[in-house]
Nanobody
Framework: QVQLVESGGGLVQAGGSLRLSCAAS????????MGWFRQAPGKEREFVAA????????YYGDSVKGRFTISRDNAKNTVFLQMNSLKPEDTAAYYC?????????????????????WGQGTQVTVSS
């Protein structure tokens, strides 16, 4: 089993920043890929960012490109999402996800169906 616990969400004014963390525990293996998704009320889950197990490859959704940065600390089994220049439309529940097996050190995954386990989510609210 694998557990993912997100933290760092909260209320912030437009233009502000937040840093989300996702700590993984359990049988995570050593070559997992991780990602962040978000879901606003009444909307479908949206891909935000993904990172390979080596950390050398990253990919972002168009709506966050240039504002968000994904990173990971493999020694701590933790992935981060630095969110800058936040906008009201970034308001959503943010979820991290993990895929246990990957093809290479630079493999990344953008579909929610590629992931094996999910965290419980952390709420981000951006006021205008």
């Amino acid at each position: 089993q694998v557990q993912l616990v997100e933290s760092g969400g909260g209320l912030v004014q437009a233009g502000g920043s937040l840093r989300l963390s996702c700590a993984a525990s359990g049988r995570t293996g050593t070559s997992n890929a991780m990602g962040w998704f978000r879901q606003a009320p009444g909307k479908e889950r949206e891909f935000v960012a993904a990172i390979s197990w080596s950390g050398r490859a990253t990919y972002y959704g168009d709506s966050v490109k240039g504002r968000f940065t994904i990173s990971r600390d493999n020694a701590k089994n933790t992935v981060f999402l630095q969110m800058n220049s936040l906008k009201p439309e970034d308001t959503a529940a943010y979820y991290c996800a993990i895929r246990l097996s990957t093809n290479s050190a630079t493999s990344i995954y953008v579909s929610e169906y590629d992931y094996n386990y999910w965290g419980q989510g952390t709420q981000v609210t951006v006021s205008s």
